[in-house]
């Protein structure tokens, strides 16, 4: 039966394009490069940085890392918003006894998730160097299994939402059920082929999901 549901933060529970594109338009304007779209953008999401810069500036440049870093401090306030359904869907998954924790390889995920107003839904939040100490980044598991290991629930359990392949390979390292959200750059093909559980559209539909687990 499920009692606990992780999930990844951008792109799956909140819309941070519009901050990634402002922050790449920062890099940009810094360098006199040309604006980037939302398009293509959202071609890139959830790429490693190297590749991100390459496909939305031409090249990569490690001393952009912190340009961009300065924009996302500059514009994540404002622009990364909770999708439509998140809020609706948390709310009814805890109405139904459903712990809900958060896993990201932000370094300190719980200031952006208290600026959207998030924070109060998730019984636990863990970001790569919070609260359990400097953890490996996603798709290694160990974020994910310290997680599991300080709530005290086994991977049988749990799922894990995710918007990319990384996400799925966390949920199968840590032997947890994977879910893809469609709401980035995969589609439920890719899911599939990557080995994940289930795929969806809507986290919405994680209430039927948790519903029929708890007949079977």
Known sequence: MIKLIIFDHDMTIVDSSYALMASFN?????????????????????????????GLLGEYRPEWVK????????????????FEDTIPTLTRLRDMGIKLAVVSNR????????????????????????????????????????????????????????DADLDILTAIGANVRGVGITKGNFTAKDFSMLGAWKSIDSLSELIEIVKQDAVR
């Open 26 to 54: 920062y890099v940009a304007e810094h360098e006199g490069l040309p604006k980037v779209s939302r398009e293509l953008t959202m071609e890139y999401i959830a790429t490693p940085m190297p590749t991100f810069c390459e």
């Open 67 to 82: 340009i961009f870093r300065e924009g996302m401090a500059k514009f994540e306030r404002d622009l990364i918003k909770p």
């Open 107 to 162: 370094e300190a995920p719980r200031a952006t998730l208290e600026r959207t107003g998030l924070d109060k839904y998730f019984d636990e939040i863990v970001g790569a160097s919070e609260p359990y100490g400097r953890l490996p980044y996603k798709p290694n598991p160990a974020m994910v299994n310290e997680l599991l290991k300080h709530m005290k629930f086994s991977p049988e359990e749990s799922l894990y939402v995710g």
